[in-house]
C-alpha cells in the first residue's frame, strides 16, 4: 500500500470511473487498475463494486476512501505549508445553491482568484440537495446552500449560518393586481417554477396546499433569465429573490407583488467537511464574497 495506491481509489469514487480518475491524475487507466489491485490486495477485500455504473465503494472501500482522503488532504495540507508559505493551492471544489443567482457564482470565484490564485477552482450551480449529498461524499469542499427555515446541515458537515433570503412573486407590469393581494387572488394563475427539487417551489406548493387552493404549474424550467422572459410574455408567475430581479435585463417589464399571506423564506450557510485543513482561509474568503452578493449581516439562526 502506498499514496498512489490511496490516490487512485479517491479518484475513482470522486470521479465514477476508472477512466475519470486517470484524467484526474495524469495517468493511463491500466496505472489505475493497477493501483486498485494493489491496495485491495494490500487491504484483502474488494473495495469497489464493478457491477456497477458509476463505480461505487463496497463497504470497505468506503472506510478506506474516509482515511485515504484525510491522508491525502493531509499531504496537500504539508506541501501547502512548506512549499507555498502556507497560501491554499491545488483544487477547490465549490458550489452554490442555483437559487441564489449566478451573480453569487461570479462574485465568489473572482474573490478566490484575486486572493489565491494558486487554487484551480472548479465551480458548480446546483440544487442544494445535491450540493449536501456531494459535501457528504467529499467531492465537494464547500457550498453555499439554501435550507428551509428551521432546518440545519447534517452534524457530519460543519455549516455557518450566514442569514436569510427572502423570496418575492413576480409578474409581469401589464398583470392587474390589487396593492396586497392574498393567495386566493392568485390561484387562478399559473406558476413558472423549477422542476421538482427547488425549495421555493416547495414553499408556494405548501402554501397553496394549506389554503386548499389550486396549484397550477404553467411552465418547469430550469434558469431564472428564462424564467421571467416567460413572466414578461404573460405565461406566469415566478418567484425570485429581489437582487435576482434587480440583475435581470427584463427587471424594466416586471413588477414585485407583496402578497398579504405568503412569505418564502430560506437560510443560506456556508457548509463544508468538518476537517477542511489547508482549504480554511479559502472558504472564509467563499463566506465573505457570498455575503458580500447577497448583502446579509452575520445572524444567528433561529
Excluded at 152 to 177: C, I, M, N, R
Aim: with cysteine.
Amino acid at each position: 500500500m502506498n499514496f498512489y495506491d490511496l490516490e487512485a481509489l479517491v479518484g475513482v469514487i470522486d470521479y465514477g470511473s476508472v477512466v475519470g480518475a486517470a484524467a484526474s491524475l495524469h495517468v493511463t487507466q491500466s496505472a489505475i487498475t493497477r493501483r486498485l489491485r494493489s491496495l485491495e490486495d494490500a487491504l484483502g477485500v474488494p473495495l469497489l463494486d464493478h457491477k456497477t455504473r458509476p463505480l461505487q465503494p463496497t463497504r470497505a472501500g468506503l472506510e478506506t476512501y474516509t482515511f485515504a482522503k484525510q491522508v491525502l488532504n493531509s499531504v496537500s495540507d504539508l506541501k501547502s505549508a512548506v512549499v507555498d508559505d502556507g497560501e491554499p493551492s491545488g483544487n477547490f471544489r465549490i458550489g452554490v445553491a442555483r437559487g441564489l443567482g449566478g451573480t453569487v457564482l461570479t462574485e465568489s470565484i473572482c474573490s478566490l482568484r484575486t486572493e489565491y490564485p494558486k487554487l484551480s477552482i472548479q465551480a458548480f450551480a446546483r440544487w442544494s440537495g445535491l450540493l449536501m449529498e456531494q459535501l457528504m461524499s467529499r467531492t465537494l469542499d464547500a457550498a453555499a446552500v439554501l435550507l428551509p427555515r428551521g432546518e440545519t446541515p447534517p452534524q457530519t458537515l460543519h455549516g455557518d449560518y450566514l442569514g436569510s433570503e427572502s423570496y418575492a412573486v413576480v409578474a409581469a407590469k401589464t398583470t392587474p393586481f390589487p396593492p396586497s393581494p392574498m393567495l386566493h387572488e392568485l390561484s387562478s394563475h399559473g406558476w413558472i417554477l423549477h422542476p421538482h427539487g427547488c425549495g421555493t417551489r416547495r414553499s408556494i406548493e405548501s402554501a397553496l396546499a394549506a389554503h386548499r387552493l389550486p396549484f397550477k404549474v404553467a411552465v418547469e424550467v430550469e434558469g431564472h433569465e428564462l424564467q421571467l422572459s416567460l413572466v414578461v410574455q404573460g405565461v406566469g408567475l415566478a418567484l425570485v429573490m429581489p437582487q435576482v430581479l434587480r440583475a435581470s435585463e427584463f427587471r424594466k417589464h416586471l413588477k414585485l407583488v407583496k402578497v398579504a399571506d405568503f412569505v418564502s423564506e430560506q437560510g443560506v450557510w456556508i457548509v463544508h467537511p468538518s476537517h477542511i485543513g489547508r482549504l480554511a482561509p479559502a472558504v472564509r474568503t467563499l463566506r465573505s464574497a457570498v455575503k458580500q452578493s447577497l448583502h446579509l449581516k452575520s445572524l444567528q439562526p433561529e
